[in-house]
């Protein structure tokens, strides 16, 4: 039997950046799920400035480089480095673009002043974009695209607004894990607007927990218990009845995890996305 291909997409992976738990988490998982002979996984994350090259031993892969993606009417030029997460072999795809990642901090989504940036919701939509036109690089088509908390929200909206219906993307399913909610989750019209698909009329702000709730395949909520994330979803009450009303799942997660919980976890993913 064909192993199921899983492509994760995530902002932060430990030890290559670590703001909150996604790190920790996306290393654990990923690390459980390639352990599997049955699961052929890869993770892709953009290219922080601050990730050092020779400490992760960051390779060039020819067939990556100066990868053409189009984003806000523009032509932006890729390149895709390939690593290893530290003491696995789980392949990590690095995405580089300078003007939009190198500069970042370790904070990532503020200056070291404390100041959010107020284009933080563009730069992971040009990731979502990227990661997404970049597969067929990559010779490689999964059948998972796992999408990880706000900073790929935007991927079940966009792929399947313009990809679902094209020959090498069809049957792939998404699926979304939600980590956190807080007000990253809002993404400007002007980011939609910039990938050229819809969303909700008049709008400036746009819920991405709920776009992509609306989209994806499947829901995960990643239910930490130091985060009672149940009871910020439900001070929110039309993103817990969207959340109710789509094909969701919750995972709790305990605030200490040991490696067999770790590959429950996993195994839980695992099979939901077997489902699929």
Not at 98 to 114: D, F
Not at 118 to 138: E, H, M
Request: glycine share 2%; proline share 4%.
């Amino acid at each position: 039997m064909a192993p199921l291909k899983i492509y994760y997409l995530s902002a932060e992976v430990a030890p290559f950046s670590d703001t909150y738990r996604l790190a920790s988490f996306s290393r654990e998982v990923t690390n459980k799920l390639h352990l599997n002979t049955g699961i052929d996984i890869r993770v892709s994350k953009p290219k922080y400035g601050f990730v050092s090259e020779r400490k992760y031993i960051l390779r060039e892969v020819i067939r990556l480089r100066d990868i053409p993606i189009t984003f806000n009417k523009e032509t932006h030029i890729v390149n895709v480095k390939s690593s290893f997460i530290p003491d696995t072999r789980v392949q990590v795809y690095f995405l580089e673009n300078n003007s939009l990642y190198k500069e970042l901090p370790e904070l990532i989504y503020k200056a070291r002043n404390g100041r959010v940036y107020n284009d933080i919701d563009i730069r992971f939509a040009f990731f979502s974009k990227a990661v997404i036109d970049t597969l067929q690089s990559l010779f490689w088509r999964p059948d998972i695209i796992i999408c990880n908390d706000w900073q790929t929200s935007i991927v079940p909206t966009l792929f399947k607004e313009q990809f679902i219906n094209q020959e090498f993307y069809s049957g792939i399913k998404t699926v979304y894990l939600i980590h956190s909610i807080n007000d990253y989750q809002n993404y400007s019209n002007l980011s939609y607007k910039m990938l050229n698909i819809d969303y909700p009329k008049g709008a400036k702000k746009i819920n991405n927990h709920i776009q992509a709730m609306d989209n994806a395949d499947l829901t995960i909520l990643i239910n930490y218990a130091s985060n009672n994330m149940i009871e910020k979803m439900q001070q929110d009450e039309e993103m817990y009845k969207k959340f109710q009303s789509s094909k969701h799942l919750v995972i709790d997660v305990p605030d200490k995890v040991d490696r067999e919980k770790w590959s429950e976890i996993s195994s839980v993913i695992e099979t939901a996305c077997k489902d699929l």
